[in-house]
C-alpha cells in the first residue's frame, strides 16, 4: 500500500515537499502519480513520472509551481510544491499509473493508499 506523507500547515507562499515510499507491485505500472482531493470536489490529477524515461506531466494550475521527481535508491517518489496557495489545500495522494498519454489522458489508478493532508493558510 502506498503511504503518502509530507503535509502539514504551510502559508501562502510557503512549501512543502511530500514523499511517497513506492513497492516493487507498482513498478509495473507506466507511471507514478499524485492526485488531490479539496473538501467536497472530485479528486484531480497533479502531476505524474514516468518509470520509462522520467517523463513528467502536470495539471496546468500547478505548472511552474510544483515539481515530481524520483530516487530510485529509496524507491521514492517526491512531490516538491512551491509557491502554495489556498486552493492548493487538499488531501494528497500518490498512486500507480497503469497508462498516461498526457495530464488529462491517462487511466485512473485501480487503488489508493492513505492520503497527506495540506493545508495552505492565507
Known amino acids: 500500500q502506498l503511504q503518502a506523507s509530507g503535509g502539514g500547515l504551510v502559508q501562502a507562499g510557503g512549501s512543502l515537499r511530500l514523499s511517497c515510499a513506492v513497492s516493487g507491485r507498482t513498478f509495473s505500472s507506466a507511471a507514478m502519480g499524485w492526485f488531490r482531493q479539496a473538501p467536497g470536489k472530485e479528486r484531480e490529477f497533479v502531476a505524474a513520472?514516468?518509470?520509462?524515461?522520467?517523463?513528467?506531466y502536470y495539471a496546468d494550475s500547478v505548472k511552474g509551481r510544483f515539481t515530481i521527481s524520483r530516487d530510485n535508491a529509496k524507491n521514492t517518489i517526491y512531490l516538491q510544491m512551491n509557491s502554495l496557495k489556498p486552493e492548493d489545500t487538499a488531501a494528497y495522494y500518490c498512486?500507480?499509473?497503469?497508462?498516461?498519454?498526457?495530464?488529462?489522458?491517462?487511466?485512473?489508478?485501480?487503488?489508493w493508499g492513505q492520503g497527506t493532508l495540506v493545508t495552505v493558510s492565507s
Open positions: 513520472i514516468r518509470w520509462s524515461n522520467s517523463i513528467t
Open positions: 498512486a500507480a499509473v497503469p497508462w498516461i498519454m498526457s495530464d488529462s489522458y491517462y487511466t485512473a489508478p485501480n487503488s
